[in-house]
């Protein structure tokens, strides 16, 4: 069965929380902006539903992803990665980060993909490196600390 990739409705982003509420994993997928400890209304208005496009990867009816995509310094660029930890190690990553580049292709004139990625987490590191991404200097002051920028250029 093919996985629906569409924008996220309330009761979705209500699933997405609960994968995210430990201090330790919020603080690797959050990102500047986004209050902790949070409400559903707080985390729901932090993610910036109507600036930035967001989707759900919906297996059936279960949500197992979610990330976002917007126009940063002249590429497209992912965030707020997240898949279902009970679904992890399936590809579910590597099917959504390709379904927001195809997205971003689609909506952005870009001359390739970004990322931001903590570090410590070589997890996802390794997943984007196996998808063509690169460690790249970051053109202007690094707005994260312990972080890495990743670029990938469009095929």
């Given at each position: 069965m093919t996985m629906q990739f569409?924008?996220?409705?309330p009761h979705h982003l209500l699933e997405v929380m609960e994968w995210v509420r430990s201090p330790k994993v919020f603080d690797i997928w959050a990102g500047?902006?986004?209050r902790f400890p949070f409400t559903a209304e707080t985390f729901i208005d932090d993610l910036k539903l109507d600036e930035l496009q967001s989707r759900v990867l919906i297996d059936g009816d279960t949500v197992v992803a979610f990330g976002q995509t917007y126009q940063r310094l002249g590429h497209t660029h992912l965030g707020r990665l997240v898949v279902d930890p009970t679904a992890q190690g399936k590809g579910i990553g590597?099917?959504?980060?390709?379904?927001?580049?195809?997205?971003?292709?689609?909506?952005?004139?870009s001359s390739g993909y970004s990322l931001?990625?903590?570090?410590?987490?070589?997890?996802?590191?390794?997943?984007?490196l196996k998808l063509?991404?690169?460690?790249?200097?970051?053109?202007?002051?690094?707005p994260l600390p312990d972080c890495l920028y990743m670029?990938?250029?469009r095929d």
């Open positions: 569409i924008k996220p409705q500047p902006g986004v590597t099917e959504l980060i390709q379904r927001l580049m195809l997205l971003g292709d689609e909506l952005f004139d931001f990625v903590l570090k410590a987490n070589t997890k996802a590191k390794n997943l984007y063509g991404f690169d460690v790249a200097e970051y053109p202007e002051i690094m670029v990938k250029p």
